[in-house]
């Protein structure tokens, strides 16, 4: 509903197809992409299809799970034990098998939040990469004409999560951890000038493409947050762009729109992400995700 007056409701909806891969090694192959590539999906613009990949084949997310369903089975074979065991202390006996059910839940529990986190990321990537699909049959992205990565990007994680338009809490999380690390924010001349497509995975550092992907959907939610017709009245002028747009015309496109310098709008999408950090967060969920990154 975000976007529906951009949409030509009398034109037919496309057919959209989807191959989901279990193996990761059979997915960056299908993909040409080396191994330690961080991807896990991808929208394919001539085929009009998407390629991705299920997080919970992911190797540490294999691990986790069978190591947490072994540990399960031993405990439940102890507790069987300690069942059949005849005893005249029958309270040191059932206080044992107390204590074992308490580990087993506790492993049950964690098991549980992993494969929740994975089947969280495998749903997200499906949004994101069918948010490029809408997107680019839209044309509000595009393959042939100048589109800059942060509009891309951004658009694709603003709609990859669930309730749709939602805080991202998995980039937000990205970026207080960036911060906290004592690392700075791009400036938004420098993330306006990267283009779409590869542009942002051709960034040197691994860690600064994470960051393009995570300023992307904040300057992205920032804008519908706080400027929403004017946004939108930016991507219907996007659309209409002809074969000479670029990275400068793209930036004064909108500060035209939103009637503000490419610095105002920087200071103030900072300090509203800085907000949101503190605000957005649960201290759990964020403990679970920086226990996950050192996993």
């Known amino acids: 509903?975000?976007?529906?007056?951009?949409?030509?409701?009398?034109?037919?909806?496309?057919?959209?197809?989807?191959?989901?891969?279990?193996?990761?090694?059979?997915?960056?192959?299908?993909?040409?992409?080396?191994?330690?590539?961080?991807?896990?999906?991808?929208?394919?613009?001539?085929?009009?299809?998407?390629?991705?990949?299920?997080?919970?084949?992911?190797?540490?997310?294999?691990?986790?799970?069978?190591?947490?369903?072994?540990?399960?089975?031993?405990?439940?074979?102890?507790?069987?034990?300690?069942?059949?065991?005849?005893?005249?202390?029958?309270?040191?006996?059932?206080?044992?098998?107390?204590?074992?059910?308490?580990?087993?839940?506790?492993?049950?529990?964690?098991?549980?939040?992993?494969?929740?986190?994975?089947?969280?990321?495998?749903?997200?990537?499906?949004?994101?990469?069918?948010?490029?699909?809408?997107?680019?049959?839209?044309?509000?992205?595009?393959?042939?004409?100048?589109?800059?990565?942060?509009?891309?990007?951004?658009?694709?994680?603003?709609?990859?999560?669930?309730?749709?338009?939602?805080?991202n809490k998995e980039r937000l999380m990205f970026l207080r951890a960036e911060l906290e690390a004592g690392r700075h924010l791009m400036p938004l001349q420098y993330l306006m000038s990267i283009q779409n497509g590869s542009g942002i995975r051709k960034l040197q550092d691994p860690n600064y493409t994470l960051l393009g992907y995570a300023q992307s959907w904040g300057l992205v939610y920032f804008l519908m947050e706080k400027y929403p017709e004017q946004f939108l009245g930016y991507l219907r002028e996007v659309v209409r762009a002809g074969k000479d747009y670029n990275a400068q015309k793209d930036i004064a496109l909108l500060e035209k729109h939103i009637s503000k310098p490419l610095k105002d709008l920087d200071a103030g999408h900072e300090k509203y992400i800085r907000d949101i950090m503190i605000s957005a967060l649960d201290s759990d969920e964020y403990d679970f995700y920086r226990l996950l990154q050192k996993a």
């Open 1 to 167: 509903m975000k976007f529906l007056e951009l949409i030509d409701t009398d034109k037919p909806a496309p057919a959209l197809g989807v191959v989901i891969f279990g193996s990761y090694d059979d997915f960056l192959k299908y993909a040409g992409l080396p191994k330690g590539t961080n991807m896990a999906g991808f929208y394919l613009p001539d085929k009009k299809y998407l390629a991705l990949f299920n997080m919970k084949e992911v190797d540490m997310v294999r691990f986790r799970l069978a190591r947490a369903e072994y540990v399960e089975q031993k405990i439940g074979d102890v507790k069987t034990k300690v069942e059949l065991y005849s005893s005249t202390d029958s309270a040191g006996k059932w206080a044992a098998y107390d204590f074992l059910e308490k580990i087993q839940f506790k492993v049950e529990a964690d098991r549980m939040r992993v494969e929740s986190w994975a089947r969280d990321r495998t749903m997200e990537t499906i949004r994101h990469e069918a948010g490029h699909q809408l997107f680019d049959l839209l044309g509000i992205d595009s393959a042939s004409v100048y589109r800059g990565a942060w509009l891309s990007e951004g658009l694709a994680e603003y709609v990859s999560t669930d309730p749709l338009g939602g805080i």
